[in-house]
């Protein structure tokens, strides 16, 4: 209340320099200077906007498209919205006449392949029922050639089959949730979603999978990590810095320095079963398999961030003064208790900054577990590049990168409120 | 702390030992693996494993040809090539944004301050196969997928983040006073960038562009999905050598990029020193 009366006494409002009011003298130079920082930020967020957050928008926008069956098939999509798929009747000849006059549209174009594959990964057997028909087909006379019914049927059997029917009704809308539900052994059937045929489920395990193999990689990093970070916080920083090279030195190493020389330490050929050999523990018969399983991954990985999880913990520890310890210990605690009671407190911050790093880095990998993992140690990533580059289901992979990126970031947000993204320390 | 007191008991001697004993069987952990490559990669036969003759220091168990192999190999070369044409050109892009956007980040009033540094460092959070994925959807719906631009521009956005935490953290410790007094001298905010500020942070700088080199340069998951043949970088070599016929030339060029991370190392220690000492700390 006072500040008001004093600016609105017998002077006026304070002025600045210019003669304008202070307070909107300076508001304005506020304004304009976060106009400045904002227009320096702008070029890098365009930047990362485009090629970046756009990409990872297009896979999203991937993982629930499905515009090929209604672009492909137009009047069979219409002309099937009446049909009632849970009946157990064929369509009419109305739908199979749209599908003829749908059909050789799409072979002109060349198209109808493209469409078997991708409603081959709802019901396999598709993808070679449109491939025959297509054929055949492209030569109809539509004026002429009617009733279509029994001629798609005489092409082949399946089109008589009421489940690919089914198939293509259930997949006409634009939009379907169906990528996501095969990513959880899920399928989306004529009465609502069902689960998978036991053999095509694979999807729950190789998560439970990742999630296993990234928390062991976890725990033997922090049990790895923790006493060497100990000693680097407590020793003497000439010793520790020297010591430290051992641990940034693999840090900076090429990722794919460091595999390879786990694939050739590894091999059943290689140095470490060689060395078992000569001192005699195996015998040359039975030479270890350590490559190519779930063991092969996890040592290389566990080597790999290493550093990740060493880095956080001596950074905390290096903020816990030693004279606690010693104060506990004069106090009468023993060396675990004062340990356990007193220090061990005190790091928590560091071990958790470097577990969900750790977690974080793990749980997404695709390198290593591709290169020493052979079938049973893949993990999830393994799947999405599989399915992008090989299988070419572009949806699934889509939509099993979206589950993963919801993983990271709640696991990017935990790690934001713990430890705070701007505290994050590089070498 | 790392001497044991006169007082110590027997059992307080004995874990003492075995402490440093435990450690030091975690550093040959870590550091083994990437030294043994180097006597291996100098075989003389093509084993991955130390042959009786290299083993009894005979010089006819070791030879260069796997060096010989790397430096006339044409898919190495042209590998090489490839990473040594892509990496400067990304380190250039992510650190000329990255430098101007940490100096407005660093402003005292930035609104939405969070939620930009949140979208900034998301490249180094989301999976590498992810960001992979999206790239390679979205680089082809716009005709960049398979070339030199599309990978220059994929790595340039992996490194964003690693100059953005380097500068930011240098400019922590910036004196601001410096500015205002060169403005106060007539210079521009140009001038006042190149003479008084740049010259200042350039250590953070320069180990920001490290981190944005070296991510560019051992990339291989984003350049296996955005490139093509023709930009076949020296990791994505070593991996279908891995994957597929592995050859003792792999060991030849592991050394070669270990001695090449020693000298980045080298680098940036001798950097935050510089640093360090420019901002007054001591160098501990």
Sequence with gaps: MSDITRNDGPTGPMLAADGTPLKRSLARSLRRQKLRALMLIAPLLVFVLVTFIAPIADMLFRSVENQIVSETLPETVLALRDWDAKAGSLPEEPVFAALAADLQAAVAAKTHTRLGSRLNYENSGISSLFRKSGRDVGKWD??????????????????????????????????????????????????????????????????????????????????????????????????????????????????????????????????????????????????LVMINNQFGTILAMTHVLLPFMILPLYSVMKTIPPSYLRAAKSLGATD????????????????????ILVFIIAIGYYITPELVGGTKGVFISNRIAFHISSSLNWGLGAALGAILLVAVLLLYWAYDKIVGIDNVKLG | MSAIPPYATTGQRLWHYTFRVICGLIFFFLIAPIVVVIPLS???????????????????????????????????????????????????????????????????????RRAIMAVLISPMIVPLIISAAGMYFFYSRIGLQGSYWGVVLAHAVLGIPFVIITVTATLVGFDRSLTRAAANMGAGPIRTFFQVQMPLILPGVISGALFAFITSFDEVVVVLFVGSAQQKTLPWQMFIGLREQISPTILAVATVLVVFSIALLTVLELLRRRSERLRGMSPS
Aim: hydrophobic share 50%.
């Design chain 2, 42 to 112: 100098f075989n003389a036969e093509d084993f991955f494993t130390f042959t009786p003759k290299m083993l009894a220091l005979d010089p006819e168990g070791y030879s260069l040809k796997h060096y010989r192999d790397f430096f006339t190999n044409t898919d190495w070369q042209a590998a090489l090539w490839n990473s040594v044409r892509i990496a400067p050109m990304a380190t250039l892009l992510s650190v000329s944004f990255g430098t101007l956007a940490a100096i407005g980040l660093s402003q005292s009033h930035v609104p939405f």
């Design chain 1, 336 to 355: 675990w208790t004062a340990f356990w009671r007193v220090y061990f407190p005190q790091s928590v911050p560091g071990i958790g900054a470097g577990s």
């Design chain 1, 142 to 287: 539509m004026t002429t050639d009617g009733p279509f019914r029994e001629k798609f049927i005489e092409i082949d059997k399946g089109w008589g089959d009421i489940g690919v029917w089914q198939t293509i009704k259930t997949y006409s809308p634009r939009y379907t949730p169906g990528y996501f539900l095969n990513a959880v052994d899920l399928a989306k059937g004529v009465d609502g979603i069902e689960a998978r045929a036991a053999n095509e489920r694979i999807y729950i395990t190789l998560f439970l999978r990742t999630l296993w193999m990234s928390l062991t990689i976890t725990a033997s990093c922090l049990i790895l990590g923790y006493p060497v970070a100990w000693l680097l916080a407590n020793l003497r920083a000439s010793s520790a810095n020297v010591l430290m090279i051992l641990v940034l030195l693999p840090f900076w190493t090429s990722l794919l320095v460091r595999t390879s020389a786990w694939k050739v330490l590894l091999q059943q050929q290689g140095v470490i079963n060689d060395l078992l050999v000569w001192i005699g523990l195996v015998g040359d018969a039975n030479r």
